[in-house]
């Protein structure tokens, strides 16, 4: 028998760090029930301190998912830990995760403790978790650059403390897979009591090293891998989930470990995941990009029809890559419409939910002959986005180019209970026209950082997702929107944008002050 390997996902926490990737409360649901569909053991469901809607989130995760602990992250302070518990009550089963930092750049200039204070908050914090529940786990942040008798000192005192947990987080990606590998190892070694608790390890892929340390880890004794959702994350991101499993699953010759995993629903959880934040999946991704299982070269195909494992190490469908279209159509019914998304793992809160969406997709049907899952997925973002408080509202959108001729654009939009409307021309062509007709209305002053078009499905009648980020005063924000018309669509992502710049104040993560673990 192969030993369990925990897979700790950290979507929901470390990926809404990337910026821009913000999620709301009832998105969070959607991907915790996702999460809790592909069996990952833990999912770190956010900072219950951070703010209010953070520990409304966490909340909400912890009342909604069933069959999966739910984890909270809380700086070693009591103010977090009490936080957390609070968010976590509800939940089947919970996690308290705490940190401090232990290099001497962090213990110096950041935190400004000696090591006897680091350690004396650290078995504190653990302590104060344990009154919320036993499952306890404890990083020290900035490992891969603290000293080695330090780490082994401080990890025994929390393992005496009661943590059962114990996560090595490169916290800035600079560590390499066989120095990492070594200090898993000699760290198991070292600790007299390091047999009461499980080696995890949270890796950054700074230097595109995530999934490599990751494994060296699992090689050398760690039996947990905090990871996301297709390597989502602050900066470069995090090891990604669906790499780490599969390499585990692939090579079992290799690797002395397994993971419940439900591999099918790896590549559905990426697409969700890729809808709510914005972040489309690179074509050349492993696992779950769309050219991951496609061959091109003559030789490549000729061994594939010849036989699949000449050039393909798994196959597509084993992780969830199916031919499955919705062949529902405008004439189908609500029955019908309701049975597919209990199929997408879609539960409508209310009769009047399901109206919603079913209208949406109605509308749709009329505009385009096939709707296809991914159709379905961004039906459900639209009716998100417009659950959530909107101060600016696309009334209508006119526009006309040709060669030759300038584009122009004709917007009208609704704050509050009033309409504007405005006239542009610009030589960029239509949607520039569009969305400086929208800015000459709203002068938000934001800065257009990013624009990206992707089609959500084939076809000349595919809707079209774009992407708008905006940045104004240090703060981030993408936009998302939908339609089979490309124009249409990026007005409704810059609208969308806007709405998040006007929401309520900046919400701030406690490491903005205390680099992230």
């Known amino acids: 028998m192969s030993d369990k390997l925990i897979i700790f996902d950290t979507t929901l926490r470390d990926g809404e760090q990337s910026p821009g990737a913000s999620m709301t409360r009832d998105e969070k649901v959607r991907i915790a029930k996702a999460l809790e569909r ?9 900072f219950p301190a951070a703010s209010p809607g953070d520990f409304e989130a966490v909340q909400a995760v912890a009342r909604a998912v069933k069959e999966t602990t739910v984890c909270g992250l809380a700086r070693a302070l009591d103010k977090d830990i009490d936080r957390a518990g609070e968010a976590l009550k509800d939940a089947h089963s919970s996690r308290i995760h705490t940190f401090i930092a232990t290099s001497p750049l962090h213990m110096e200039h950041k935190l400004k403790m000696t090591p006897d204070q680091v350690v004396e908050n650290a078995v504190r914090a653990v302590k104060r978790a344990r009154q919320y529940t036993d499952n306890v786990e404890f990083s020290p942040e900035d490992a891969g650059r603290s000293e080695e008798d330090f780490l082994c000192r401080v990890l025994e005192a929390v393992i005496n403390a009661g943590a059962r947990t114990l996560n090595i987080p490169d916290t800035v990606g600079y560590a390499m897979p066989e120095q990492f590998g070594r200090l898993i190892a000699r760290l198991r070694e070292r600790i007299p009591n390091s047999d ?22 699992v090689v050398n004794g760690a039996r947990q891998v905090e990871c996301t959702i297709n390597g989502l994350g602050e900066r470069a991101g995090n090891a990604a989930l669906e790499e780490v499993v599969m390499a585990v699953r692939t090579r079992k010759d290799f690797f002395p470990c397994h993971t419940d995993i439900d591999a099918r629903e790896i590549v559905p959880c990426s697409k969700l995941v890729s809808s709510i934040t914005g972040f489309p999946v690179q074509p050349n991704k492993s ?15 000729d061994g594939v029809i010849k036989h699949r494992e000449t050039y393909e190490i798994m196959s597509a469908e084993e992780v969830g890559w199916t031919a499955n279209r919705m062949v529902l159509g405008k004439h189908s019914g609500r029955n019908a419409f309701r ?11 209310s009769e009047e939910e399901l109206n919603t969406v079913f209208s949406r997709f109605k509308q749709l049907a009329d505009r385009k002959h096939e709707i296809f899952d991914e159709d379905l997925q961004s039906l459900l973002n639209e009716a998100d986005t417009e659950a959530s408080e909107e101060y600016v509202k696309l009334v209508a959108l006119d526009f006309s180019s040709g060669m030759g001729e300038r584009p122009q654009a004709r917007v009208t939009i609704k704050t509050g209970h009033q309409e504007h409307q405005a006239d542009f021309s610009a030589s960029g062509g239509v949607v520039d026209a569009s969305l400086k007709a929208i800015e000459s209305l709203l002068n938000t002053e934001a800065k257009l950082t990013l624009y990206s078009v992707n089609n959500i499905t084939s076809g000349t009648d595919a809707q079209g997702e774009v992407t708008v980020r905006l940045e104004k005063g240090g703060r981030i924000v993408n936009g998302q929107g939908a339609d089979t018309d490309i124009v249409i669509a990026s007005a409704k992502a810059y609208i969308n944008a806007v709405n998040k710049l006007q929401a309520s104040n900046k919400r701030k993560h406690p490491q903005v002050d205390e680099v992230d673990v």
């Open 38 to 46: 592909l069996k990952v053991d833990i999912i770190e469901a956010g």
């Open 287 to 301: 696992i779950v990009g769309a050219n991951a299982f496609a061959h091109e070269s003559g030789i490549h195909q």
């Open 339 to 349: 049975a597919r998304m209990a199929e997408l793992g879609v539960e409508f809160a």
């Open 196 to 217: 009461l608790a499980i080696f995890s390890v949270h890796c950054h892929n700074d230097l595109g090293l995530a999934v490599a340390n990751s494994l060296a880890a």
